[in-house]
């Protein structure tokens, strides 16, 4: 079942309601935004609403129609779910090979077929060719929805064959509502800066604490640029956070940095409440040096989805992180 609609998927549920009012549904839609927007619940939604026999006005699902009990329990054969197996990383070609042959039936309870991949962008290029062939070649009353935070890697010739429908993060009076609405009041500011404007994540952060934390990483990585702490040390401190978080901060911060140093207004920056302590550390740097440390820090990043020691990757970014300030 999915879950309710939150305040910022209002606006591609709007598109995805006049859709069915204009009686002009896709036959490919491409579900695009950052994981933390949960574009799958609204696929879901949308999804159930077509298969529904009762749809409400504004075509949500009654979720008490045979067809929505079927959903619900996980058996409505006009459903199909395609996601990588949980032993691998991929969809593979069997996955899709073995979906095809249904997908050129009629559906057997209603009015469409649903087929849902996710992630989309996981397709391996022998699973991507096969589904490319249906979609040159779709059959009557089946919608695909692909999910994707990261639809440049789809092969251009799925992509063009997608409407595609663009989930954006909640402006942050918005977000800053709804976390307020959710019982959080302390450290707005901080919660959305390090969920990157993400409330969902926010809230996760706010129940777990974590803003303590990366208030105190942040005035770590502000001691080692003042020569009062070192870098070792502080990776040393950091290791009980996922590696891949730490150098996410780190790149926030890093980003921040350019911004001030280009110029931008401090109200454009991703922590403005920190301007004054990032307007101090930029009289050292030079714009080119921040630039390295920027790509130290993705190669990083990249590095982290295979590499088995992420202290080692945090002390070297923090290690150059200080050689910004020892010329």
């Not at 032993?87 to 050129?104: G, H, W």
């Not at 429908?165 to 390090?194: E, F, H, I, Y």
């Not at 990483?217 to 996922?242: E, L």
């Not at 923090?318 to 910004?324: E, K, T, Y």
């Amino acid at each position: 079942m999915p879950e309710p609609l939150l305040p910022w998927q209002q606006s591609p549920w709007q598109t995805l309601k006049r859709y069915q009012t204009l009686a002009r549904l896709p036959q490919a839609l491409l579900l695009t935004g950052d994981a933390y927007l949960n574009m799958l619940s609204l696929g879901q939604t949308f999804g159930q609403s077509l298969l529904c026999q009762q749809p409400s006005s504004d075509f949500f699902a009654c979720g008490h129609c045979p067809a929505c009990t079927l959903f619900t329990r996980g058996h409505h054969p006009d459903w199909h779910d395609i996601t990588p197996p949980a032993d691998k990383n991929v969809i593979a070609i069997d996955q899709i090979r073995s979906l095809l042959p249904t997908l050129n039936l009629k559906p057997q309870h209603g009015r469409f077929r649903l087929v849902v991949l996710h992630p989309a962008d996981t397709l391996n290029l022998a699973a991507a060719n096969a589904f490319l062939k249906y979609l040159e070649e779709p059959s009557a009353r089946t919608v695909i929805v692909l999910i994707s935070e990261s639809p440049a890697t789809l092969p251009l010739t799925i992509r063009s064959r997608c409407q595609r429908l663009n989930c954006a993060k909640p402006s942050p009076s918005q977000a800053a509502l709804w976390l307020r609405q959710q019982g959080v009041s302390d450290a707005l500011t901080t919660l959305l800066a390090m969920a990157d404007g993400h409330p969902r994540q926010a809230l996760y952060y706010a129940e777990k604490q974590q803003h303590l934390v990366y208030i105190n990483a942040f005035k770590h990585w502000c001691d080692i640029a003042n020569g009062q702490r070192h870098p070792v040390d502080v990776a040393a401190s950091w290791q009980t956070q996922p590696v891949h978080e730490c150098l996410a901060w780190l790149t926030s911060w890093c980003e921040d940095l350019l911004r001030c140093q280009l110029g931008v207004a401090p109200n454009y920056y991703r922590h403005p409440h920190w301007a004054p302590a990032l307007q101090a550390l930029t009289k050292s740097l030079q714009l080119t040096s921040l630039f390295q440390w920027r790509d130290h820090l993705q190669n990083a990043r990249q590095e982290a989805k295979t590499s088995l020691n992420a202290l080692l990757l945090l002390e070297g970014c923090l290690l150059a992180w200080q050689q910004l300030f020892t010329h």
